[in-house]
């Protein structure tokens, strides 16, 4: 054995004999020769046997054995708890126990196992002792501060490592790595410039890590307990790894961090209520930045300006922070995509407010919680994707304004007896732009009114209880026949809905080939906004109050018309059934009602009857007929009817439904009904009041006016104007002059 090993192994005594080593330990039964037996041994040292020939000790016997140091076989033998090292190694191992000797003064045991592990480039795994405390990452308990002196390293030790010059040169490129320790001490890493790796798994920290301004390759701090983290504007050449079961009970913070890879807190716990828990404002990552599996938050989670190479993915994870925001990720710029689905749980805010996603926003299974205010604010938001909305559930608002997404993908979770789907029952889409919906989800007029009335009872425009019944027979039998007045937009409380959203779904049906649901969608906002428009001209100036009975009339008989102008055929069905009604009522009686328009043959008509002629309009000939056979002298009058265009009840009704044939706007076509007869006059109403006694009775009966008086001076009015009206809708429709686009 050389000077420079015993120098090394200065507790343990090797005299190198004849055939046979000694080994000088404090209690042990040792028995040493061709077969090295170290059963039931304990040793206060390290076991270090120089090797001078493979095999040349035979096998090793340790059952039970018990080192208080690590036990380090350099040799041939089967060691099984680290490689064979070179000389070169060894020789290194030497400098920088010395280094470290000289820099913090003796060292612990773990301590010289470390520094021999990072000289040969291993993960230094400190072995465990009979009793002492198992380390679950799962749980929340620290048993770690049980740990004997056997497991413990110094904060200063590694600082050496990472920061001394000439350590930086001994220690191998694989970087530090040490399992299950106990560091004592804070670990002050500040503007440290470190080459190589930094791994800690499952170890144990009594204060704050502060790495701030500091520049490493890896920092893994996989399944460790920390109180907290300070790495504001730390520069990682490839990653941060928080975790496998880390836990951290104050702030962990990464303000302005640069990484080359990703941010990855998988499986992490960061607890503390009431503040931030994780603060990355200003992050740029070349990766990611996953919280996801198991991912746990207690406290607000901050990424305000982050920008990200890859994906946010917060698939799983858990954030709470109920009364105030739990996910803060304002102004977030990520090329990829933002996943809050597979059981992500959120008791607070979710904030998104101006990010800019290259990929999807996944909301797919999720849960936000924020009773009374907004569960999710992704306003301002621009997705290049898709936004999932897929059996997510919201315990608050969800708020899209002023947002833009490529796609929308909104399958609700659930659907009601009346086979409509279980919207979010709280959702701001003011302004809110997506430039198509997935086949999936419901296209249907019915289903997506039902999610624009959720929209405005959100506004305010609605009541959130149930509208109750409106007061007046008038307005009891609109609601009753009107569908769209359902969700109380009639009601006393209800303000003028927000168009915006309303078109913009139209001309995404529109473009996606389903042309009657958008007409649908128009129609319905007209009727949505008819009467609380009319409500609010009565509030405004008297100028205003003037003129709000005539256009609410005139916007009941559009909706009725021509759907708003979004209806365009529907006027030719009030023109048949117009038509249709006059030829009924005109022909009346056999058409006996009428009676020629020009007075010589009207003269003739009438004397006629008087006299006890019984032909019909329908047959003007057969007064000619008559007069020649019962009258003495036929006149000129007489022989005129025998030329005398005959009536025809459902050319007279045409004839007078349509008065655009009048003015040239259709091919000229003489109906010879409208300018050659017209309805006979007829008694008008009558009131007789019986009198008793010379006294009037406390009753009276109303005598209803005859048929041709009715005919005449109220039905003929109103078919001509229904006509102008319906024709004037018609045309306007196809001009899109009725149309509120």
Same mark, same amino acid.
């Given at each position: 054995?050389?000077?420079?090993t015993?120098?090394?192994?200065?507790?343990?005594?090797?005299?190198?004999?004849?055939?046979?080593?000694?080994?000088?330990?404090?209690?042990a039964?040792?028995?040493?020769?061709?077969?090295?037996?170290?059963?039931?041994?304990?040793?206060?040292?390290?076991?270090?046997?120089?090797?001078?020939?493979?095999g040349r000790?035979?096998?090793?016997?340790?059952?039970?054995?018990?080192?208080?140091?690590?036990?380090?076989?350099?040799?041939?033998?089967?060691?099984?708890?680290?490689?064979?090292g070179?000389?070169? #190694?060894?020789?290194?191992?030497?400098?920088?126990?010395r280094?470290?000797?000289?820099?913090v003064?003796?060292?612990?045991?773990a301590?010289?196992?470390?520094?021999?592990?990072?000289?040969?480039?291993?993960?230094?795994?400190?072995?465990?002792?009979?009793?002492?405390?198992?380390?679950?990452?799962?749980?929340?308990?620290?048993?770690?501060r049980?740990?004997?002196?056997?497991?413990?390293?110094?904060?200063?030790v590694?600082?050496t490592?990472?920061?001394?010059?000439?350590?930086?040169?001994?220690?191998?490129?694989?970087?530090?790595g040490?399992?299950?320790?106990?560091?004592?001490?804070?670990l002050d890493?500040?503007?440290?410039?470190?080459?190589?790796?930094?791994?800690?798994?499952?170890?144990?920290?009594?204060?704050?890590?502060?790495?701030?301004n500091?520049?490493?390759a890896?920092l893994?701090?996989? %399944?460790?307990?920390?109180?907290?983290?300070?790495?504001?504007?730390?520069?990682?050449r490839?990653?941060?790894?928080?975790?496998?079961?880390?836990?951290?009970?104050?702030?962990?913070?990464?303000?302005?961090?640069q990484?080359?890879?990703? =941010?990855?807190?998988?499986?992490?716990?960061?607890?503390?209520?009431?503040g931030p828990?994780?603060?990355?404002?200003?992050?740029?990552?070349?990766?990611?930045?996953?919280?996801?599996?198991?991912?746990?938050?207690?406290?607000?989670?901050?990424?305000?300006?982050?920008k990200?190479?890859?994906?946010?993915?917060?698939?799983?994870?858990?954030?709470?922070?109920?009364?105030?925001?739990?996910l803060?990720a304002?102004?977030?710029?990520?090329?990829?995509?933002?996943f809050?689905r597979?059981?992500?749980?959120?008791?607070?805010?979710v904030?998104?407010?101006?990010?800019?996603?290259g990929?999807?926003?996944?909301?797919?299974?999720?849960?936000?919680?924020?009773?009374?205010?907004?569960?999710?604010d992704?306003?301002?938001?621009?997705?290049?994707?898709?936004?999932?909305?897929?059996?997510?559930?919201?315990?608050?608002?969800? *708020?899209?304004?002023?947002?833009?997404?490529?796609?929308?993908?909104?399958?609700?979770?659930?659907?009601?007896?009346?086979?409509?789907?279980e919207?979010?029952?709280?959702?701001?889409?003011?302004?809110?732009?997506?430039?198509?919906?997935?086949?999936?989800?419901?296209?249907?007029?019915?289903?997506?009114?039902?999610?624009?009335?959720?929209?405005?009872?959100?506004?305010?425009?609605?009541?959130?209880?149930?509208?109750?019944?409106?007061?007046? &027979?008038?307005?009891?039998?609109? *609601?009753?026949?009107?569908?769209?007045?359902?969700?109380g937009?009639?009601?006393?409380?209800?303000?003028?809905?927000?168009?915006q959203?309303?078109?913009? =779904?139209?001309?995404?049906?529109?473009?996606q080939?389903?042309?009657?649901?958008?007409?649908?969608?128009l129609?319905a906002?007209g009727?949505?906004?008819?009467?609380?428009m009319?409500?609010?001209?009565?509030?405004?100036s008297?100028k205003?109050?003037?003129?709000?009975?005539?256009?609410?009339?005139?916007?009941?008989?559009?909706?009725?018309?021509v759907?708003?102008?979004?209806?365009?055929?529907?006027?030719?069905?009030?023109l048949? *059934?117009?038509?249709?009604?006059?030829?009924?009522?005109?022909?009346? %009686?056999?058409?006996?009602?009428m009676?020629?328009?020009?007075?010589?043959s009207?003269?003739?008509?009438?004397?006629?009857?008087?006299?006890g002629?019984?032909?019909?309009?329908m047959?003007?000939?057969?007064?000619?007929?008559w007069a020649?056979?019962?009258?003495?002298? &036929?006149?000129?009058?007489?022989?005129?009817?025998?030329?005398?265009?005959?009536?025809?009840?459902?050319?007279?009704?045409?004839?007078t439904?349509?008065p655009? &044939?009048?003015?040239?706007?259709?091919?000229?076509?003489?109906?010879? #009904?409208q300018?050659?007869w017209?309805?006979?006059?007829?008694?008008?109403?009558?009131r007789?009041?019986p009198?008793?006694h010379?006294?009037?009775?406390?009753?009276?009966?109303?005598?209803?006016?005859?048929?041709?008086?009715?005919?005449?001076?109220?039905?003929?009015p109103?078919? &001509?104007?229904m006509?102008?009206?319906?024709?004037?809708?018609?045309?306007?429709?196809?001009?899109?002059?009725?149309?509120?686009?």
């Amino acid at each position: 054995m050389d000077d420079d090993t015993r120098s090394v192994i200065r507790d343990v005594v090797l005299a190198e004999t004849t055939g046979s080593y000694k080994l000088v330990v404090t209690t042990a039964t040792a028995f040493l020769g061709a077969t090295v037996a170290l059963m039931d041994a304990r040793l206060e040292c390290d076991l270090v046997m120089p090797a001078r020939g493979r095999g040349r000790y035979g096998p090793l016997l340790r059952e039970n054995l018990h080192t208080a140091r690590w036990a380090w076989y350099t040799g041939g033998m089967p060691t099984g708890y680290a490689k064979q090292g070179t000389p070169g #190694q060894r020789k290194r191992a030497i400098a920088l126990l010395r280094l470290l000797r000289d820099e913090v003064g003796p060292l612990l045991p773990a301590e010289r196992r470390l520094a021999r592990a990072v000289v040969l480039g291993e993960m230094l795994v400190v072995p465990e002792r009979t009793g002492d405390a198992r380390f679950d990452p799962q749980e929340n308990e620290e048993r770690w501060r049980t740990w004997g002196e056997h497991r413990v390293v110094r904060a200063e030790v590694i600082r050496t490592l990472c920061m001394h010059e000439m350590a930086q040169r001994l220690v191998d490129p694989k970087g530090i790595g040490l399992i299950q320790a106990r560091i004592t001490g804070t670990l002050d890493l500040m503007s440290a410039q470190i080459p190589h790796d930094i791994f800690f798994e499952r170890c144990g920290f009594e204060h704050e890590i502060d790495a701030y301004n500091a520049r490493l390759a890896n920092l893994g701090l996989s %399944g460790c307990r920390a109180p907290g983290l300070n790495a504001d504007r730390l520069e990682c050449r490839r990653g941060v790894f928080l975790r496998g079961g880390f836990q951290a009970t104050g702030e962990v913070r990464l303000l302005g961090a640069q990484l080359g890879g990703n =941010l990855d807190c998988s499986g992490g716990r960061f607890d503390r209520p009431g503040g931030p828990a994780l603060s990355a404002d200003g992050l740029e990552c070349r990766g990611g930045v996953f919280l996801r599996g198991g991912f746990q938050a207690t406290g607000e989670v901050r990424l305000l300006g982050a920008k990200l190479g890859g994906d946010l993915d917060c698939s799983g994870g858990r954030f709470d922070r109920p009364g105030g925001p739990a996910l803060s990720a304002d102004g977030l710029e990520c090329r990829g995509g933002v996943f809050l689905r597979g059981g992500f749980q959120a008791t607070g805010e979710v904030r998104l407010l101006g990010a800019k996603l290259g990929g999807d926003l996944s909301l797919e299974g999720g849960h936000f919680e924020h009773p009374g205010d907004d569960a999710l604010d992704a306003s301002y938001v621009e997705v290049t994707g898709t936004l999932l909305l897929r059996r997510a559930t919201f315990d608050g608002r969800l *708020v899209l304004t002023q947002s833009r997404v490529g796609l929308l993908n909104d399958q609700p979770l659930l659907y009601r007896l009346d086979r409509t789907p279980e919207w979010p029952a709280r959702i701001v889409l003011n302004d809110f732009c997506y430039d198509a919906i997935h086949t999936r989800s419901p296209l249907n007029a019915v289903s997506r009114l039902a999610w624009l009335a959720n929209h405005d009872r959100t506004m305010g425009h609605l009541r959130e209880t149930p509208p109750a019944a409106p007061s007046g &027979i008038v307005l009891r039998m609109l *609601v009753r026949f009107l569908p769209h007045n359902r969700e109380g937009y009639w009601s006393r409380h209800a303000t003028p809905p927000d168009p915006q959203p309303y078109r913009q =779904l139209a001309d995404v049906l529109r473009q996606q080939g389903h042309d009657g649901d958008a007409s649908a969608v128009l129609r319905a906002l007209g009727w949505r906004r008819m009467m609380p428009m009319f409500r609010q001209r009565l509030r405004q100036s008297r100028k205003d109050r003037l003129w709000a009975a005539p256009l609410f009339v005139f916007s009941l008989l559009q909706g009725v018309v021509v759907g708003h102008g979004h209806a365009r055929f529907r006027p030719l069905y009030w023109l048949l *059934v117009l038509w249709l009604i006059g030829a009924v009522i005109f022909a009346h %009686g056999d058409g006996r009602v009428m009676i020629p328009a020009e007075r010589s043959s009207q003269r003739a008509w009438t004397t006629a009857q008087a006299q006890g002629f019984s032909g019909s309009p329908m047959q003007p000939r057969l007064l000619a007929a008559w007069a020649n056979i019962n009258l003495n002298s &036929i006149t000129d009058e007489h022989r005129a009817m025998y030329d005398y265009p005959a009536f025809n009840p459902v050319v007279y009704s045409l004839d007078t439904l349509l008065p655009l &044939i009048d003015f040239g706007l259709l091919p000229p076509v003489d109906f010879q #009904q409208q300018e050659y007869w017209m309805p006979r006059n007829g008694p008008g109403w009558i009131r007789e009041w019986p009198t008793e006694h010379g006294r009037p009775a406390w009753w009276w009966r109303l005598r209803f006016p005859s048929a041709e008086w009715w005919i005449k001076a109220v039905y003929l009015p109103a078919h &001509i104007a229904m006509g102008w009206i319906v024709a004037t809708l018609f045309a306007a429709s196809f001009t899109r002059l009725a149309r509120r686009e």
